[in-house]
């Protein structure tokens, strides 16, 4: 009986020692489990995009590069970078080339692609990040329709957005579609990270000028840019007046561009154009509304048609002023006029989230921030530019998310409106779901995140690079008889001339 009552005693105790060792282990996984959860919430709620939650991503471009030029400081200095003459790099290139054509199956389609970052003398790149982050609270600096300068910095800021994160650590870099190489022979492209829009505006016009033109020997010297005429080189030019007086002697580079102005307004015929150059999203200047805050809003949104900005602009900007005339008094239409300052900023946000669409007229260029301000504020863009050419068109579909209508509509009496205003409830719903998953792909941060705009720059460069391998062969071996470089001339459409090769 005592032995029956000692196997009762031992049964009993049994679940009981069970339940205090799962418990035990259970707080022992939300100990650590919490105590690597990054504080606060994530600035984005559509999907698993912070595969490593321990960094977590910096949206202020301020804060950020601040942050950046801190760890720059603390770090050691960079070893020096090794280069070689032009044939012997081509050599050693062609030897890579070769090596991975017979061992990968899908190569030259396989990512991660691989980018060399020249190592650039610092008067090009941390003192011209310095030179910002020491003068931007000057807001008496203004350009010269009353733009603060430092917000249309921050507004260009790609090329900062995109050194950073080819910089950062390894161990702190979560995209996959691109890798930073140390051995030039190594490289499918090579990243210029000089920054052209910062010394544009914040350094006198003589002084900007031959720091272009130091700027522009460094890079021509290079034996990677002569190997290939600097066909595989990326150069970020991102405000139309960025590295203008040079341009020229770079225009076989790939360009950073924030359109393509066809028009020939700001850039010559022949300098940029789509299969070269890529289209890259200005920098938001409103804060995004994720989808949560889509859905908490939509009961907001009783405004039928918002627009904030400057009402006349040059160029093909001038259908603003047109617009303007038509819409102005118009039910259910709010048209302000403001800049991109702290107090635009605010207004232009608490706008554009009570309302269901967002007029986006072109400016001086067919593209303005202004878009993406819509965006990511989940108010559906009415585009009227003609002109418009978008980032991440290979990959993005703009018809989900946006409305297009040519200007000769728009200024239309009474038809923009009655367009609006027919427009289903379903099909609005649609497009801001849309809206609400296409705005990951507009957030710069750091680091940079999966499906960001710094990753789809990568999946559109890796879609460029056979035909960038395709024209640097060719340049190396046509002889002067042959035909000029094949270039792709894309016509306007009642052009005479057909498209042809050049």
């Given amino acids: 009986m005592m032995r029956m009552g000692g196997r009762q005693m031992t049964r009993s105790k049994s679940p009981l020692l069970v339940l205090t060792l799962v418990l035990a282990a259970l707080s022992l996984l939300f100990f650590f489990l919490f105590s690597f959860r990054s504080d606060g919430p994530a600035p984005f709620s559509d999907g698993p995009l912070h595969p490593n939650p321990i960094y977590k ?34 050599d050693l290139l062609f ?66 957005w995109l050194w950073a994160d080819l910089i950062a650590p390894e161990s702190e870099r979560l995209l996959k579609s691109v890798v930073r190489v140390h051995r030039q022979e190594e490289a499918d492209l090579f990243y210029v990270p000089f920054f052209t829009t910062i010394s544009f505006f914040l350094m006198e016009k003589q002084q ?63 300098q940029v154009y789509l299969e070269k150059d890529l289209i890259l999203p200005y920098v938001a200047n409103v804060d995004l509304c994720d989808a949560r805050c889509v859905s908490e809003t939509q009961s907001r949104r009783t405004t039928l048609l918002f627009f904030r900005g400057r009402l006349k602009r040059n160029a093909g ?45 072109a400016g001086d260029t067919p593209s303005s921030a202004r878009l993406f301000d819509a965006i990511v504020s989940g108010c559906i863009p009415v585009i009227v530019s003609d002109e418009l050419e978008l980032p991440f068109e290979g990959i993005l579909d703009y018809r989900k998310i946006a409305l297009f209508v040519s200007s000769s509509d728009a200024v239309q009496p009474g038809w ?76 306007r459409p009642n052009s005479t001339t057909p498209g042809h090769l050049l």
């Fill in 95 to 160: 030897n890579t080339d070769t090596q991975r054509l017979y061992a990968d199956p899908y190569y030259p389609l396989t990512m991660p692609l691989r980018v060399y970052v020249y190592d650039m003398p610092p008067k090009f790149t941390y003192d011209l990040l310095r030179l910002f982050i020491t003068s931007y609270k000057d807001t008496s600096n203004l350009t010269s329709n009353g733009s603060p300068v430092h917000r249309l910095i921050e507004q260009h800021s790609i090329d900062y």
């Fill in 57 to 90: 991503p910096e949206t202020s471009f301020v804060a950020s590069l601040e942050r950046f030029l801190l760890a720059f400081h603390n770090s050691p200095p960079s070893a020096p970078q090794r280069t070689h003459d032009p044939e012997h790099l081509d």
């Fill in 416 to 491: 923009l409106l009655t367009y609006l205003r027919n427009i289903s409830p379903a099909q609005i719903e649609e497009m801001r779901q849309n809206l609400a998953k296409y705005s990951r792909h507009f957030i710069y941060s750091s680091p940079a995140q999966p499906l960001g705009p710094e990753d789809l720059v990568w999946r559109m460069m890796a879609g460029k690079l056979v035909n960038i391998k395709l024209h640097t062969r060719r340049s190396q071996r046509v002889v002067k008889e042959s035909r000029s470089i094949c270039t792709c001339d894309c016509r």
């Fill in 208 to 270: 900007c000028k031959s720091l272009y033109r130091e700027a522009l020997k460094w890079i021509t010297d290079q034996p990677a840019w002569n190997r290939s005429g600097g066909r595989d080189h990326i150069i970020p030019v991102h405000h139309p007046w960025s590295f203008k007086s040079v341009r020229r002697s770079v225009k076989n580079a790939i360009w950073l561009l924030p359109d393509m102005d066809s028009t020939g307004n700001w850039y010559k015929p022949g």
């Fill in 317 to 361: 900007g001038k259908i603003r002023a047109k617009l303007v005339a038509e819409l102005s008094g118009a039910e259910g239409v709010s048209i302000e006029e403001g800049t991109a300052g702290e107090g635009g900023k605010a207004a232009a946000q608490n706008g554009m989230r009570k309302s269901i669409f967002c007029l986006n007229p």
